[in-house]
């Protein structure tokens, strides 16, 4: 799986940067939140600790998602602004 970054927004209103991204997965299943998060915090050098993985659309007949993460300067600005059912999907909570 490869990943394209297309654009990285500032929101500094909410502490965080939105970024938007290509996972082209050829011959593979759509990505795993995780393995997503793997690789974007390796790109950006963040921890995965504080990326949150928000949607990852995928469309048929194509081998590639579009994918939509949040990247927090702190863990206590994403507890704060996420939503719990998108940080139960990112395993962050229980």
Do not use: F, W
Not at 57 to 69: A, D, E, M, T
Request: glycine letters at 4%; aromatic letters at 4%; hydrophobic letters at 35%.
């Amino acid at each position: 799986m490869d990943i394209k970054i297309l654009e990285r927004r500032e929101n500094k209103l909410l502490n965080r940067e939105e970024v938007y991204a290509i996972a082209d997965h050829r011959g593979e299943p759509t990505p795993k939140r995780e393995d997503i998060k793997k690789k974007v915090a390796a790109m950006i050098g963040k921890s995965e600790d504080l990326i949150v993985v928000l949607k990852i659309i995928s469309s048929y007949g194509l081998q590639r998602s579009k994918v939509i993460l949040h990247v927090y300067n702190s863990k206590e600005d994403m507890m704060k602004v996420e939503p719990k059912y998108i940080l139960k999907r990112n395993k962050i909570i229980q």
